[in-house]
């Protein structure tokens, strides 16, 4: 039974941080508390900031894509700007997350803050370059995602508070794919893999493979990823794609546990890789039916 | 044939009973009332499998505010007992007693504390000190069975033990029917091989939930979710050394039990508080309890050897069943029974042998659960059938065809097994098997080309046979109360118990078929062991076989004492009187309504119009169920989707289809778990590792394909309107459908469920490996 001693609002970022130090005790930010009711954090209080300004989702002039932190899957999946970003892939992975009455609660800062190796949101916004805002009442700091992560349950965060993140317009047009492995419908990964692909004059010029549950924190495939850049959309290979993606089974760090082996994790890596690169170059011939994971 | 040509009430899908004040979610569980001055409880439980409870320090904890009470087991009287909700006697072993000298499990009651609150009680618990000895643990079933120097159950008190003590033997069967070694012997063909079932839990949505108080007579009161109210008020009387007349035990609605509800799980430590503290208790099992501490379908290993000619004649059959009981042996003996006896005879060769060893261990309990045994046992018959066929190069439903029982035949192995006794002798009265497989194969297209939907997955179909009984031969019965009232209703009183099932509303039908009223009429008070007559309770399918025969008897003897005052003023005879359209009618044109008959007969004729009648059978006819998945895999990740599944279903007259139906799908639902998803796991020193539904998965909506229910109506004889039972068959063969299927679809076999992706990829890489 998770008891705490004080349950306290904050009404801007600012005041969250503020409330936070004040004490007594320890304290502890709360967005949705999906994850922090089944593990209840060791704390004595909790500053709750659903109506801190933090749930905004909104596209700068440049073409920049904005998600306050607070704002819960359930509107990012349902969100138009959202859906016209990267061809729609934050959507496909907010709505496969939990089930609607979690997705309604729970945020995408709080998916990232709790930092599992598993955390549903992390692999497609490593895909599109998310850089974090992070602020307490002195500083603000933007880091990208990728250095988010320190380790399972832990980031650089500290006692700071996660605000938002930002994705560049240039990710918007990306060609991608995901797949969210899972044994039931409702069911943390185990494995994710998204492929985002920047093409222009029928080459690939970015390319980003990032994977979820096969490491401590979530991952990107960078040697994967050189595989692929310079690359022709129209003549890149099978056996090219096929390297890349046991490359990237080479590069993860799966672990045995309940829910799977270390030995399967590692190739579900390589049969996804292969799979989203090929369905991320649009070659629907080769993979048809596995775009949308288990949930259509 | 429709049951419903000639009938009003049966056959008819009349509405629910309960319905209105379920969908209103009024206060109708066991939880949904309070009581002044409750109590909350909780339990410490055992961080050791196997550790002598040495001594329990509660002084910390008592001195706690808002601690009403700390037991342990120097503070209640050690009786054996077991907690099988079975009658009496049971065939289960009396290893158990309230508060255990030894913890046997991760998560064995230590001690248990009634405080204001239950954020006190935890608190509490954390304040309990306690000194173990720990002894050497065995959570391995076939360690189990060899060793006799590390015992489970080695005190002189518990009674009963197949081991005697000296073993960790819980119970042992080993019956024959012809001689199976020397058949094989003749076979063209022998077949061998071992099926693996998992550790599952029914999780059912209301948890176990108790609340017990003292009322102004001193009486104990038991407001509880089970299914079996009067076998607890008898085991409760025993342990607590009461007599029955102290205890009244009040079921409510139930909020799914699914057999794990047909077992004492709390009641009687809020039994025991309540009596210690002279104030209400409240208990209510978290999820994660549910997980650890409730019980679980057991656990087993069964090895088919299976003899056949070359035409697949099936000559000889033998299944050997190793099973985990775990530290207690609730429903030991006959879940194991059951594995054989509900599966085997579907192939009733000249030759069967039945083999149980069931252990105890040092892990969590396993016992009674919706199937009994028979999910199991199918899913190994079934398999191996396919495994038979594959084998002979013979189609898999023409084996199926060619083995079968039939209409007449005798079950073979019922006579030799009962319940912890001679059983009895079982005809098939009634099939509608061989229209199921014919219905069935049509809905799910058998023998047809199937592509799969995309070029990297496989296609595969499979098929699944499965017969139950309905309610145990020669022992399970029930009663039924029918009494009149003033305006032509009824009252119906019975001892059942609808735990969601709908057996309410199934009962109501039969009595207002009898007395020609609508079923709306019919007041149902299920149950109260205060003011309902005796029933064993809801388990084993019997509820409407063997209640519902009670219910008719019943309401044909009220019936009869209408028609008797009736033809005294009509100056008729009784039998010349029907009971019809809420109207007695009688020679001439003579006629009252139903409420004006009741009025002549409560004022003028001055009799309560009232009967109570008592029901059991000598016979258990089995519902046949013919099952089909067509399924679709990726042998590359070896995820399995089930795009469809077919029940074809015998179970006697249809009393009500959408329950009937609901019965199936909710089977379905929980057998795809079965077959894909479900398994309580645990670690070497029998710690469960996923007690939560984070990690231990059912099916949700989601994951549930659409289902295709056959109602194949026969006509039982001995049944009520001809009924027999559904609650259970349709569990069995969704299982090793599946598995069958998937089979079908990559030519690898899953020996061994839940089929997760790990499973399936895993043998189709060794398979291509070889």
Redesign the interface.
């Known amino acids: ?1 998770w ?1 705490l001693k004080e349950y306290r609002f904050a009404a801007t970022a600012q005041e969250a941080g503020a409330l936070r130090r004040q004490g007594p005790g320890k304290g502890a930010y709360i967005a949705g508390g999906t994850d922090m009711y ?1 593990q209840p954090v060791d704390c004595d209080f909790v500053v709750d900031i659903n109506n801190a300004g933090l749930s905004d989702i909104a596209r700068t002039p440049a073409g920049d894509l904005f998600l306050g932190a607070a704002t819960t899957l359930h509107n990012i999946a349902t969100n138009p700007l959202v859906a016209d970003f990267a061809e729609g892939m934050l959507i496909q992975a907010a709505s496969h997350c939990g ?1 609607r009455p979690v997705r309604s609660t729970a945020t995408v800062g709080g998916n990232l803050c709790h930092a599992l190796p598993s955390a549903d949101m992390a692999p497609v916004l490593l895909a599109l370059d998310a850089t974090c805002y992070i602020a307490d009442e002195e500083s603000q700091e933007s880091v990208p995602l990728a250095d988010f992560f320190v380790s399972p349950r832990v980031t650089v965060l500290d006692d700071r508070l996660l605000v938002g993140l930002a994705l560049p317009a240039e990710a918007a047009t990306r060609r991608c794919a995901s797949y969210k ?1 899972t ?6 990964s ?1 494995v994710q893999v998204v492929v985002a692909l920047g093409v222009e004059n029928g080459k690939i010029e970015t390319a980003r493979i990032a994977l979820g549950a096969v490491a401590p924190v979530p991952m990107r495939a960078v040697l994967a990823e050189a595989q692929l850049v310079g690359q022709s959309v129209a003549d890149i290979s099978l056996d090219l794609v096929a390297d890349a993606a046991a490359i990237a089974a080479g590069e993860c760090e799966p672990r045995d546990d ?4 270390a030995e ?1 994790r590692r ?2 890596v390589r ?2 890789t292969r799979r989203q690169i090929m369905k991320a170059l649009h070659d629907e011939t080769t ?4 775009s949308g994971g ?2 259509a | 044939m429709s049951a419903s040509k000639n009938r009003h009430a049966v056959g008819h899908n009349v509405e629910k009973v309960d319905a209105f004040k379920l969908a209103r979610g009024e206060a109708v569980y066991t939880d949904d009332i309070t009581r002044p001055g409750m109590l909350t409880a909780k339990v410490l439980r055992s961080p050791h499998a196997h550790a002598r409870i040495v001594k329990v320090d509660v002084s910390a904890a008592m001195a706690l505010e808002g601690v009403a009470d700390v037991i342990w087991h120097e503070d209640v009287k050690a009786i054996a007992h077991t907690r099988a909700g079975q009658s009496y006697p049971e065939p289960s072993p009396y290893d158990t007693v309230i508060m255990p000298h030894k913890a046997r499990f991760i998560g064995d009651r230590v001690a248990v504390v009634a405080a204001d609150t239950a954020a006190i009680a935890e608190k509490a618990l954390k304040l309990i000190e306690v000194q173990y000895e720990i002894l050497p643990a065995i959570c391995d079933m076939d360690e189990a069975l060899e060793r006799t120097d590390v015992l489970v159950h080695e005190e002189a008190d518990p009674l009963g033990i197949g081991g005697g003590g000296k073993s960790n033997v819980a119970a042992h069967i080993d019956k024959q029917v012809g001689d199976v070694d020397a058949a094989l012997k003749t076979c063209d063909l022998v077949v061998e091989r071992v099926y693996h079932l998992p550790r599952v839990q029914a999780s059912h949505i209301e948890p176990h939930i108790s609340i017990a108080w003292v009322d102004e007579d001193r009486r104990l009161i038991v407001r509880t979710s089970t299914q079996v109210p009067f076998h607890l008020r008898r085991i409760l009387a025993r342990i607590l050394e009461m007599s029955e007349s102290q205890i009244r035990v009040i079921k409510p609605r139930v909020g799914g039990g699914f057999g794990d509800k047909q077992e004492m799980v709390v009641e009687d430590l809020v039994s025991v508080l309540a009596l210690r503290t002279g104030r209400p208790v409240r208990l209510e099992f978290t999820r994660a309890e549910e997980l650890i501490a409730a019980r679980y379908r057991h656990p087993q290993r069964i090895t088919m050897t299976t003899g056949v000619m070359k035409d697949g004649t099936m000559v000889a059959n033998r299944m050997h069943v190793m099973a985990d009981t775990g530290a207690y042996g609730s429903h030991a003996l006959t879940v194991q029974g059951n594995t054989g006896q509900k599966v085997m005879p579907m192939y009733p060769a000249p030759n069967i042998h039945f083999l149980v060893d069931c252990v105890y261990t040092n892990n969590p309990i396993s016992g009674a659960f919706r199937g009994y045994g028979a999910p199991q046992g199918c899913f190994a018959l079934e398999s191996h059938m396919d495994e038979v066929a594959r084998e002979l190069g013979m189609d898999r439903l023409e084996l199926r065809l060619k083995n079968h029982i039939r209409l007449g035949d005798t079950d073979p192995l019922s006579a030799k097994l009962g319940e912890g006794r001679e059983g009895l002798a079982r005809v098939v009265r009634s099939t509608g098997l061989d229209e199921a497989i014919v219905q069935g194969c049509e809905a799910i297209g058998w023998g047809q080309e199937k592509k799969p939907s995309a070029p990297h997955l496989k296609r595969g179909v499979g098929m699944a046979l499965a017969m139950q009984g309905s309610g145990i031969a020669g022992v399970d019965w029930g009663a039924a109360t029918v009494k009149l009232n003033d305006d032509g209703s009824v009252n119906l009183a019975v001892g059942a118990t609808d735990i969601g099932q709908g057996s309410d509303t199934i009962l109501a039908q039969f009595c207002a078929e009898e007395l020609g009223i609508p079923t709306e009429k019919v007041l149902v008070l299920s149950s109260d062991t205060d003011l309902t007559p005796f029933d064993v309770g809801a388990y084993a399918s019997s509820t409407t076989y063997v209640s519902g025969g009670a219910v008719v008897k019943a309401a044909i003897k009220v019936r009869e004492q209408l028609a008797e005052v009736l033809g005294s003023t009509w100056e008729c005879k009784a039998g010349e009187i029907i009971f019809a359209d809420s109207k007695a009618t009688g020679p001439g044109g003579k006629s009252m309504t139903m409420a004006e008959v009741a009025m002549f007969a409560l004022y003028d004729a001055k009799i309560q119009p009232m009967a109570t009648a008592s029901h059991m059978s000598n016979e258990s006819p089995p519902p046949f169920a013919a099952q089909f998945a067509d399924v679709e895999v990726d042998p590359e990740t070896g995820q399995v989707e089930v795009l469809k599944i077919v029940s074809a279903v015998d179970c006697g007259t249809v009393v009500h289809p959408r329950l009937a139906q609901g019965q199936v799908e909710g089977a379905v639902a929980q057998a795809l778990g079965y077959a894909l998803f479900e398994e309580v796991l645990l670690d070497r020193s029998g710690k469960v590792l996923n007690p939560n539904f984070l990690d231990y998965k059912i099916a949700s909506a989601l994951d549930v394909p659409p289902m295709v229910t056959i109602l194949v109506e026969t006509d039982e004889p001995t049944g009520p309107h001809g009924a027999k039972a559904a609650g259970e068959v349709p569990i069995d063969g969704p299982a090793p459908a599946i598995v069958n299927a998937i089979c079908d679809a990559v030519g690898v076999r899953n020996y061994r469920i839940p089929a997760t992706p790990e499973r399936v990829w895993r043998g189709i890489k060794e398979a291509t490996q070889e």
């Open positions: 039974m008891e089944l089930n492995l044994r039931s419908a409702e069911d943390i185990l309940h829910r799977a082996s399967y190739d579900m049969v996804l993979i048809t039916k596995d288990t949930v």
